[in-house]
């Protein structure tokens, strides 16, 4: 798409299976972050598994979306934006809006629909979760075939490509699981065999992975719980457990291991994401809680496209 300073093509390796049938088209995205690779692992798999002959339709999948912050193990592009924030971007902007807009002509508007595979920031992991716009019936059937353990609704942010793309009429699945600079073994599998039931449930496909055992928890809201008082960080619950309100979820305690404070939870949830560093500051965030159950009436939705703590740059 560009030439680089040193005077390679710069672009962006995309694997078309162009089905022997017609049927949807569906793009799958990985490292739009370019240190987040559990999706690049996803992509991988399918491509080794796909085979057109048996496809009705056509997948797009495209495993290094921010090349270059790949080649840099970072999450940013060399010009330091997040390409997740630049779209719909612009052939005449900078290189996150350039790439952007060709991500976004190129593959999702392409697309019927998407799948954007993602994992938490730096020094944090997220279980496997999907995040969509829960109000939205269509994409909360795609989320339910897909069948990871959780769906989380939660608002798009600015620029990012979950949003531009349900502004186009294009819905995708936002995949969050494990951590950056990583391979998580049970988030990579849940990702794949998501996407396979996705391809199967649009009857691109003639067979699917078993669905899990468990429907997904839908949660209709999530916060991220945060340290009043710093410290050495003694965890109580972790990735994937239920919390009631009032149950302790962690101490801190000075080097000597005597108690600094305890902080209880706020609601009743589960734990989908966390810090994976136990040293704390005062407004460091721990734990990221989901909600279960109905959204209060007339109430913002506080969460965000992405882990809004993983930003170097809030919005
Ligand atoms: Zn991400």
Redesign the pocket.
Known sequence: MSESYTGDRLSIPVAVFHGAQTGPRMFVTAA??GD?LNGVAACRELIQSLDPQRLRGTILIAPLVNILGVQLHS?YLPDRRDL?RAFPGSPTGSLAARIARVVLDEIVVASDLGVDL????NRRTNVPQVRIDTADPQTLRLAEAFGAPYILSAATRPGSLREVAADRGVPVLTF?GGEALRFDTDAIQVATEGILRLLHHLQMTDAAPEPPHDPPVVMHDSRWIRAERGGILDLQVGPGDQVRVGQTLWATTDPFGHERSAVDSPDDGVVIGATTLPLVSPGDAVLHVGLVGERPPHEDDPSEE?DQV?DDHPA
């Open positions: 739009v972050h987040e999450r997740n993602h994992t938490a920031a969050e992405e993983e």
